[in-house]
Structure formats: C-alpha cells, structure tokens
C-alpha cells in the first residue's frame, strides 16, 4: 500500500503478518530482513529490535545459527542506545521492556558459543559475563546463567566444570527468564544419562514420555528432543548399541517436525550403517548436498565424523571398492561416471572433520574434539 505521494506505507503489524506467513527458512528469513529494514527507515525502535530478534529466532531454530550471530549484536546496541524501549505488543506480557526479550535471546548466544570456533574465548567469556551482569541488573537470578555454562563446559568435555555449572542451575529457583519447564526437564535427563544413572533418567522422564509436560503449545517437541537423547546415549561411544539406537531413530524419523535440531539425518546415517546399510546408503544419496553447505562448524564436524564412520562400515562390508552415487559438479570429488572410491569418500569426511577439530581445540585449550575423530575413526 502507498500513500497519497506514492511512497510505500510503513505498517509493520502487517510486515510481521507477512513474515509469520511465510515458509521457515530462506523465505521467512528474507521477509524479516526486508522488516528490518523498512523498521530501521522509519527509526521504529520497538520494531527495529523486535524483527532483530526475530530473525535471531529463525536462524536459531530453523538454520544454522549464524546470521543469529550476527543480527544480536545490532539489537543489542540498539537496545543499548535506548534502554527504555518497550516491548512491541507480541511479547510485552513477559517482559518490562526489550532488555527483557533480548536477556531471552541472549541465552541463544551463550549455547551458540560452543559451536563456532571462530568466536575466540575471551569474546565468549565476554558474553557470559554481560549476561550475568545485564540478567542481575534486570533482576533474574543466575539459573540461565549456569545453564548454559554447563552446556559450554559440557562440548568441551570439561566434567567437573559441567558437573559444577549444573549442580549450582539446579540449586537456584526459576523465574521468567528460564526456558520452559519441559526444555529444562529435558536437560536433567541427559546429564543424568551422562552419568550413567538410566533409572534416574528415566524418571524424570515420565511426563515428557506422557505429552503431560509440553514445551509451550507443542505437543512433540519437548518429546522428540527426549528420543534424541536416547538415540544419543545408545549410539556413544561407551555404550554402542545401535539395535536400541535404532529404535529412536526411527522414532524421530516418524515423528521428525521441520525445527532444525531434529533433523538427525547424519546420526541417521551412522547407526543405519550398523542395522540397514542400504537405509543408510539411501540417507546420504538424499542428505549429501545438505552437508555441503553447512555454514555451522560444529554441525559440520558432527556430520562429517558420522559420514565418516558410515563410509567406513559400507567399506568393510561391501565386495567392491567404489560406489554408485549421482553427484553433481559441485562436489569436491565429482566423478562424471558417478563411481567413487569408498576410501575416498571416508578420507574427504575425515579431513572435514579433521580440520574444524584442530581449529575447536585450538580455541579451547584443549584436544578433545581431536580425540574423540580419532576414537570414531578407529571404532567405526
């Protein structure tokens, strides 16, 4: 709509009804730019934060994280520069003002650090820290705070931080600025899955297997991210019982919903590479062009490391040494024959993996992501 001179009308309750309609992803990312930008032309600081945060939320849930980290650090300055900015009408039930819908998304940051080594240490200290001191200031107690310490220690397989960082979350009382009762819940029985305490697991388990206990109005979410920790658990390394493991594939498999955390198709392809390798084989056919334009590290090393670990499985198993796959140019290792040599295959996820490994370990003082591509590797 234009006005009487013809310019465009600004009217950003219906630029939010255009971005909400939209396809999550590439479509409703673009759209909540275009928000952006026509909020920033019209100085409409509420609106100018609130579609910030927004994009933050898509790339948080349904990419791959990175324009979330580079969208935050403009609403937080503009937050900054205007403090007292209330909240736009969508959340101001919850909060004071934006600072309390940015301390919200802030924790999105801290539990994005672990997965980008391009983020130094000290600048992920540095977001600890202001968090810490902005959630005091606006009079949240510390509980976020210590959660998403212990998710940080806990990728870089730092037990007695991760340990300590839990016990002292679990010891300090909710308030508004906690993720959902289920979220939290689920976050208890994978630390005692890590422990090896299944009964204790299990337990706290009941009401998410029940639907009792939801994450907001969704009734699968909170649920599938519980299959996830059980595929996880059976399909790590101490344990590795892929029969077990493939169970909750398949579970979330069926059950998969488009949020980008449950699309496990490369530990899909791991354990499938131990119960049905042709499932397996079919996965990647489906999926390569996916783990090609990884943008997230962390991602990339996981999926390598199991694509790495498939190959190998479909190497020992298989009488040939190649494999039929219709790639595309855009390949590193095209073949126009489509034949590529199983080995070959396994060393160029290997050196993926091998790379962003080193670059992890030298962010994080420490050699653990090298060693558990090592152990993989040997294992199978």
Not at 68 to 84: K, Q, T
């Amino acid at each position: 709509m234009k006005d009487q001179q013809g310019e465009r009308l600004y009217e950003p309750e219906k630029l939010k009804q255009l971005c909400d309609r939209a396809e999550h992803g590439i479509a409703r990312r673009e759209a909540l730019r275009e928000a952006i930008a026509q909020a920033d032309a019209h100085n409409d600081t509420p609106f100018r934060i609130y579609f910030r945060l927004e994009l933050c939320q898509e790339s948080n849930f349904y990419g791959d994280s990175l324009d979330m980290m580079v969208i935050f650090p403009e609403a937080l300055a503009i937050a900054d520069r205007y403090p007292d900015t209330p909240c736009t009408r969508y959340n101001n039930r919850i909060f004071q003002n934006c600072m309390g819908h940015i301390l919200w998304v802030y924790k999105w940051i801290l539990s994005c650090c672990d997965e980008f080594y391009q983020i130094p240490m000290a600048v992920c200290e540095k977001f600890f820290e202001d968090f810490k001191r902005r959630s005091l200031a606006y009079g949240f107690n510390l509980r976020a705070y210590y959660l998403y310490r212990y998710y940080f220690y806990n990728s870089m397989d730092l037990e007695e931080e991760a340990r300590a960082a839990f016990y002292a979350y679990e010891s300090l009382p909710r308030d508004s600025n906690c993720d959902c009762k289920a979220c939290e819940r689920n976050v208890s029985v994978n630390f005692y899955l890590d422990m090896d305490d299944w009964e204790k697991a299990k337990e706290l388990a009941a009401d998410i297997e029940n639907h009792s206990l939801r994450c907001g109005h969704d009734r699968m979410a909170a649920w599938l991210r519980l299959q996830r920790h059980y595929m996880n658990y059976y399909l790590s390394s101490q344990r590795r019982n892929f029969a077990e493991g493939e169970k909750y594939c398949k579970l979330i498999e069926r059950h998969m919903i488009s949020a980008i955390e449950y699309q496990e198709w490369d530990s899909f392809v791991y354990c499938y590479a131990h119960t049905n390798l042709g499932k397996a084989l079919q996965i990647y056919k489906n999926h390569w062009k996916d783990w090609e334009k990884e943008r997230n590290p962390s991602s990339e090393y996981y999926s390598c490391k199991n694509i790495m670990r498939f190959f190998k499985k479909l190497g020992e198993v298989r009488k040939s040494k190649t494999v039929k796959l219709q790639m595309e140019p855009s390949f590193p290792l095209y073949q126009k024959n489509g034949q590529y040599e199983i080995n070959g295959l396994y060393q160029y996820y290997y050196n993926r993996a091998r790379k962003v490994a080193e670059l992890f370990d030298a962010r994080n003082g420490t050699d653990c992501f090298c060693h558990w591509l090592e152990r993989a590797a040997e294992e199978g």
